[in-house]
């Protein structure tokens, strides 16, 4: 259990309740959704396995587990390329999660209780602060800093194991809130009716792009966190778990999100990185309009909750790179952790800018915010994934997987020859023919 809630700790974070809703936006609501949904089934869960299977045989980190089972051969590169893009996207994500601590400020302040606020222009006021967007990420980072420089195991299971639950239970009862706002209709609309005429390639490569952030893929978080696994833990049904919740709260996070969208005049489903944080504020107005101070707590309770999501997910990023600096370059743990968090920070610092003083400076028409976000979703973990699949498809022997995912042959390997179908054909054919063609698409 406590391998799963760890695992899950991961996943579940600021992707499934910023990023997942403003994907969504972006690429024409339900389409994307069962796009996504089958990204998950026939690609996520595989590489998922594959990526379990590598950490509890090799019960090291990323490019160590690498090293171990290919000596001598270059197939430590995807070990490389995982630690290099959970680098780039340390980098970016601290910037949203200080948006959550910003928030939880505020919203303990009482500043989101304003009905005639507009927030759209709350939100563009603060993130174009730039004193005020990188304080609050560099605050987000000194705790991630002090939490991974201490070392991770036993603080960050306990707190997922009460979390995850908590996060559960207040998403669940926003749901329950957002059926009562006015654009619930177009909201569900927008939601559940597929309009298969919007799909282009790119719909496809940003789903599959998701899928991959949202379970923590390619990028050596879930290889070292299984090598903590015990031999007894099932690789697969703990594979299903960790999807199926992961997955769980990304729609449940649209339910609250798009009736609250068509319900706030000026905000539209399309407006990327703040969709969030522009509609929830009113979404605790509405919903608890006649007892404030529900709603004042409601909204605290939600933001601390958002805040440890992202800060579960951030430590699990730090952790990937650090875990390396210090096994691969000989520092003690706390140097390694230092020379990340001033590392990523220092990057982090132009990500915050980009929504002020920096958004005019754009590289292929995108802010360096964007272009993170997009390079690391779209192109390297697309390339990642492929080669993990490849490498435990093709390379591994398959003896050693059917051994690992049925616990050397203790569990039923029914399934197996379907899993190892999908590892084998399916996740590298599908994610290599999307990746070549969204890239020719994008240029
Ligand atoms: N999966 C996390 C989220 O949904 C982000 C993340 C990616 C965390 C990669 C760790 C590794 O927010």
């Known amino acids: 259990m406590g391998a799963i809630f760890a695992a899950a700790g991961s996943a579940v974070g600021l992707g499934n309740v910023w990023r997942f809703p403003m994907e969504v936006g972006n690429n024409g609501g339900a389409v994307f959704i069962l796009i996504y949904l089958l990204c998950i089934l026939l690609i996520g869960i595989p590489v998922m396995v594959c990526e379990f299977v590598i950490g509890r045989h090799t019960q090291t980190n990323m490019i160590e587990a690498f090293r171990r089972l290919a000596p001598g051969r270059w197939w430590r590169i995807i070990g490389v390329l995982g630690i290099f893009v959970a680098f780039i996207i340390l980098s970016y994500y601290i910037v949203v999660s200080g948006w959550t601590l910003y928030y939880t400020y505020s919203s303990f302040r009482g500043m989101l209780m304003d009905k005639g606020c507009d927030y759209g222009a709350f939100f563009n006021g603060y993130v174009s602060n730039p004193w005020l967007s990188v304080l609050s990420a560099m605050l987000f980072m000194v705790m991630v800093h002090i939490v991974v420089a201490r070392g991770v195991r036993g603080g960050i299971e306990k707190c997922s194991k009460i979390m995850m639950p908590m996060l559960l239970l207040i998403i669940a009862l926003l749901v329950l809130c957002a059926f009562s706002m006015p654009g619930i209709d177009k909201g569900l609309t927008f939601m559940l009716k597929p309009d298969f005429s919007k799909v282009t390639v790119s719909t496809v490569l940003s789903a599959m ?105 951030s430590i699990s990023l730090h952790e990937a790179v650090t875990a390396y600096v210090h096994e691969n370059w000989c520092m003690s743990r706390h140097r390694a952790a230092l020379l990340v968090s001033v590392g990523t920070m220092s990057l982090g610092v132009f990500c915050c800018l980009s929504f002020g003083v920096l958004g005019d400076v754009t590289l292929f028409g995108m802010t360096v915010f964007d272009l993170f976000d997009s390079f690391s979703s ?12 490849i490498f435990v498809g093709w390379y591994l022997n398959r003896d050693l997987v059917y051994m690992e995912v049925t616990n050397n042959g203790t569990l039923s390997g029914r399934f197996f020859g379907l899993l190892f179908f999908l590892i084998r054909w399916v996740a590298p054919l599908a994610i290599c023919t999307l990746f070549v063609k969204g890239i020719v698409e994008m240029f």
Do not use: H, W
């Not at 990028?219 to 769980?248: E, N, Q, W």
């Not at 703040?274 to 006649?290: D, H, I, K, R, S």
């Not at 779209?378 to 699949?389: Q, S, T």
């Open 209 to 313: 792009g998701q899928a991959f952030y949202s379970l923590s893929l390619a990028m050596g978080c879930l290889c070292t966190y299984a090598s903590y696994f015990g031999p007894k833990t099932r690789l697969v049904s703990s594979a299903l778990s960790v999807s199926s919740i992961d997955t769980f709260v990304a729609v449940l996070s649209g339910f609250i999100i798009f009736p609250a969208v068509f319900s706030v005049p000026g905000v539209d489903a399309d407006a990327g990185p703040g969709l969030v944080f522009q509609t929830l504020p009113y979404v605790f107005n509405m919903a608890f309009e006649g007892v404030p101070l529900l709603g004042y707590l409601f909204s605290g309770l939600f933001y601390i909750l958002l805040f440890l999501a992202a800060l579960t997910s």
């Open 378 to 389: 779209k192109v390297m973990l697309p390339v990642g994934g492929i080669l993990i699949a």
